[in-house]
């Protein structure tokens, strides 16, 4: 090292050493026989960090950025696998959850089905209402088939009394003269056997045919029949309507909508005989209900004298054990609903209609 100016100087191999910050102690050799140092001399170095070959870092520079590079493209593709991998089993574990929530909520939906087939279990029983306060938990609603309007029952062998049920039905949904007869001779010819229409109807045409088997096979083909736009284009059109019904209005279920399409009765009338009907709570279907053991019992109530109730005869009935049974169930945020049409007159009840 130059003394005076401080700088480093280099040996025969091109090593520099000593420079500003950095002593070195001579041991039995001189600054003027630099080569002599290699295997038999020593330099003890004080206050230098390193000693640096500018040849050696020419090469070796390049290959350590390039190491470099390479560790940092194997942490970034090694976080994205981390990362995808912590989003597949997120999505595993959300699916394999929602796939739980399914079959909790499709069981306790059968559950409710279940209480509500026994031939003992009416729309008011305790049981079906235990878990609608619960998650998991399940609601069903029973309803009388025999309280609604059978179609298949009203248009069968065209009895004018009947027909004119039907037609007070659609009279009271806002329909008008002309567009009823046009809608009833329709349905007569889409049920009849035979190919003749009739004055305000439609037979077999062009796109159009009739399946002529002389009943319905669902409320929902009542839309595929001519001229019903009217009515089934409204909102709830199927609500009052049934194929599954023994067929005469049940008194002990219909309501005062339908119970007022019966010819003869008055609003007054039905008013009182809801009253009785219903009991002392006020509620259709619970214990305190009066037994209606036989039709006459409802004539001094629906004010009809017996001419007026011997032209209801066979237009009404009592208990209808056909029902339409909706059992929904959830589990979460999962809802599952299941519908039957079950026949439960006897310890084996049976099931007409089932969706899911």
Known sequence: MNAI????????????????????????????????????????????????????????????????????????????????????????????GETLNDIEARAMAHSGLAIAMHPLTSKETDALKLEENHDPGFRVRMVSEGAKLNLNFLFAGEDQRKLDIFRRWLDSRGIDYQTR?????????????????????????PNYHPPNRGSFLTVEELAEVAGTEALTSQPGWKDDLTVYSQGPIDLTAADANILRLLPGVGDQAIEGFLQWRRGGDGIDGT??????????????????????????????????????????????????????????????????????
């Not at 339409?324 to 006897?346: D, L």
């Open 5 to 96: 100016s401080g700088e480093p100087r280099m040996d025969t191999n091109g090593h520099e050493w000593g420079g500003a910050g950095c002593v070195f102690a001579r041991e039995k050799s001189s600054f003027k026989e630099p080569a002599k140092f290699a295997g038999r001399h020593s330099i003890r170095v004080h206050s230098c960090p390193f000693v640096v070959s500018k040849k050696r870092l020419r090469k070796i520079s390049p290959a350590r950025g390039a190491a470099l590079l390479i560790a940092l493209w194997a942490i970034i593709v090694l976080t994205g696998a981390v990362l995808l991998w912590a989003g597949y089993i997120r999505q595993t574990v959300t699916v394999s």
């Open 181 to 205: 007869d046009r809608m009833v001779d329709c349905i007569l010819d889409w049920l009849d056997a035979d190919n003749v229409k009739r004055t305000n109807g439609q037979e077999d045409g």
């Open 287 to 356: 214990q305190d209900d009066p037994v209606i053991q036989k039709l006459e019992t409802v004539q001094g109530f629906l004010g009809l004298n017996k001419t007026q109730f011997a032209a209801l005869g066979g237009l009404i009935m009592l208990r209808d054990n056909t029902w339409q049974i909706k059992s929904e169930g959830w589990s979460g945020k999962v809802v599952r609903q299941v519908t039957v049409v079950a026949r439960k007159g006897s310890q084996n009840p049976q099931i007409v209609n089932w969706k899911e």
